[in-house]
C-alpha cells in the first residue's frame, strides 16, 4: 500500500514550483508516494504508458533495449526531475525503458485521474501543460548540446590544454 | 629566473601515464635550472624538439617539485609529445598568464565545472583546495565527458571524495556497463546546492561547454563575477609580443587563460574576435 500525498509535499517538488495552492490540492489526488529499490524496473519500452513519477531522491536510468547487449542508458533523471512523458500523448505507449540505478523515492501520479482532473479543472491542465512543455524544451536543448559532441579533439595544436 | 621566460630550459621526462586512449600525463624533471614556480590554471610552452611548441596548461599540484602536464593528441606537437616517453627531452618556457585565484573562495563554496580534457588546469586548483580543506565551505567538481572512456584522472576521483569533495561525473554516451548520471554537464549544475552569494565557480573546457556552464550557474544565482573561465587561443610567444592569441583588448597568454566570465561575456559573444 503507498502512502497519500500531502499537497504540502507535492507543493516543495522542483517540478511544481509555483503552482497554485488550489491546483496542487487537486493534483495531490492522483498522488501517491513510492519508494523504488535499485534495479526495479518502473517501465519497458512498447508498454502502456499509464503514470508518471516526480522523483524526490535516487535516480532513474532511461534505456532502450539492444538485442543480444545490456540496455543503453540514454539519459538520467534525479531529485527534482519528472519521469515520463509518454502517457500524455497518442500512442500512449513508452518510447523507452525506465529502471532505478539507486533507491529512489518519487511521487506517482495516476495518468487517467490526472487527465480527469484536468477535464474537471482547466486551471490545473494548463498549469501541468505549462510545466511538461519547459520540461520538454530543457531536455531539447540538452539533447542538442549533446548532438554537438562537444567534447570531440580539436582539429589541431593550438590552445592551453 | 623571470616568469617572462622566453627560453625553453629542459626537462626530463620521468613519468608517463596514460589517461585515455588519445590522453597522456607526463611528469618532468628539470635538466637546468627549473622554470619559476607556478599559480593553479597558468600555462607553458611545451617543445617538443623537431617538431615544435605548444601551450599546455600545468596539471601537477603547485608547490611540488617538477611538472605534471596532461596532454591530448590533437595535431602533430602534442602527437610527438604524447608519444615521448621516460627519459627523454623537451623543453619549457612559462609559466604564463593568470590563474584561477582558488583562495578567493577561502570561506565560501568552491564550485569546478570541467568538460573532458579541461579537468586537466582545473586539477592543481582543485588539489590546493583540499590541501586546505578546512578553508573552504563545500567543495563541488561536476565533470562532464563524451563517455566513460573518455574520463581523465578517473583514478583520482574517490581520493578526492575522500578528502571531501562532492564529485559527479556525466557523460554524453553511456557504454555498457555505466552507472552513473548520462547528461549533459550544465544538468549536473542544476541538481547541487549552490549558495548565490557566497560561491567561487571555476569552469574550464570547450569553449561552448563553458559558456553553457557559466549560462547555468547564473540562473543559479551566481555573479558572473565569481564565475571564472579558462580560455584559449592561438598562444605562441607566451609573452605577449606577438599578438596570436589576441581576443578583443585581450592578449590571453598574458591576460588569461583565465578571466572571469563577466569579462569574457562580450567577447564570446562578437563573431569575428
Not at chain 2, 627523454?88 to 618556457?93: K, L
Not at chain 2, 547528461?183 to 570547450?206: F, S
Not at chain 2, 599578438?243 to 569574457?264: E, K, N, T
Request: charged letters at 20%; glycine letters at 10%; proline letters at 7%.
Amino acid at each position: 500500500m503507498n502512502d497519500p500525498v500531502p499537497a504540502a509535499a507535492l507543493a516543495d517538488h522542483a517540478f511544481l514550483r509555483g503552482m497554485p495552492p488550489d491546483e496542487v490540492a487537486w493534483l495531490a489526488r492522483a498522488a501517491v508516494a513510492v519508494s523504488l529499490p535499485a534495479g526495479r524496473r518502473l517501465f519497458d519500452e512498447g508498454a502502456p504508458a499509464e503514470k508518471c513519477w516526480l522523483l524526490t531522491s535516487g535516480q532513474v536510468a532511461l534505456d532502450l533495449h539492444m538485442p543480444g547487449q545490456a540496455n543503453l542508458i540514454v539519459e538520467t533523471l534525479g531529485p527534482g526531475d519528472v519521469l515520463g512523458f509518454s502517457w500524455l500523448s497518442p500512442p500512449h505507449q513508452w518510447q523507452f525503458g525506465a529502471e532505478a540505478v539507486e533507491p529512489t523515492d518519487a511521487f506517482e501520479l495516476d495518468g487517467a485521474t490526472v487527465k480527469a482532473l484536468s477535464d474537471s479543472h482547466p486551471e490545473l491542465g494548463y498549469q501541468l501543460v505549462l510545466r511538461f512543455l519547459a520540461t520538454a524544451v530543457e531536455r531539447l536543448q540538452a539533447t542538442r548540446i549533446r548532438l554537438l559532441d562537444l567534447y570531440a579533439a580539436p582539429s589541431r595544436d593550438a590552445g592551453a590544454r | 629566473m623571470s616568469s617572462l621566460q622566453a627560453v625553453p630550459a629542459r626537462y626530463r621526462i620521468v613519468s608517463r601515464a596514460a589517461e585515455t586512449s588519445d590522453t597522456v600525463t607526463l611528469g618532468l624533471e628539470p635538466v637546468d635550472e627549473p622554470i619559476a614556480p607556478h599559480q593553479p590554471g597558468q600555462f607553458a610552452m611545451l617543445y617538443a624538439f623537431g617538431s615544435g611548441e605548444v601551450p599546455i596548461s600545468i596539471s601537477g599540484e603547485p608547490g611540488r617539485p617538477g611538472l605534471v602536464y596532461t596532454i591530448r593528441s590533437v595535431g602533430a606537437v602534442t602527437r610527438a609529445l604524447c608519444e615521448a616517453g621516460p627519459g627523454q627531452m623537451i623543453g619549457v618556457r612559462g609559466p604564463y598568464g593568470t590563474d584561477w585565484g582558488v583562495t578567493d573562495a577561502a570561506g565560501q563554496d568552491l564550485i569546478v565545472v570541467a568538460g573532458g580534457i579541461g579537468l586537466a588546469p582545473l586539477r592543481p586548483a582543485l588539489l590546493a583546495a583540499l590541501a586546505a580543506r578546512e578553508r573552504y565551505r563545500r567543495v563541488t567538481v561536476l565533470i562532464g565527458t563524451r563517455t566513460p572512456g573518455d574520463l581523465v584522472f578517473a583514478g583520482e576521483l574517490d581520493t578526492w571524495r575522500e578528502q571531501g569533495a562532492d564529485v559527479r561525473v556525466t557523460v554524453d554516451r553511456a557504454t555498457a556497463g555505466w552507472r552513473g548520471h548520462v547528461g549533459v554537464v550544465t544538468q549536473l549544475i542544476d541538481r547541487v546546492d549552490v549558495d548565490p552569494v557566497a560561491t567561487l565557480a571555476l569552469v574550464c573546457g570547450p569553449e561552448v561547454m563553458m559558456r553553457l556552464a557559466a549560462r547555468a550557474l547564473s540562473a543559479r544565482g551566481v555573479a558572473p563575477g565569481r564565475i571564472r573561465i579558462s580560455l584559449e587561443r592561438n598562444m605562441r610567444c607566451g609573452i605577449a609580443e606577438c599578438g596570436h592569441c589576441q581576443l578583443g583588448p585581450l592578449l590571453l597568454c598574458r591576460d588569461g587563460p583565465v578571466i572571469s566570465y563577466q569579462r569574457a561575456v562580450p567577447l564570446l559573444s562578437v563573431k569575428e574576435l
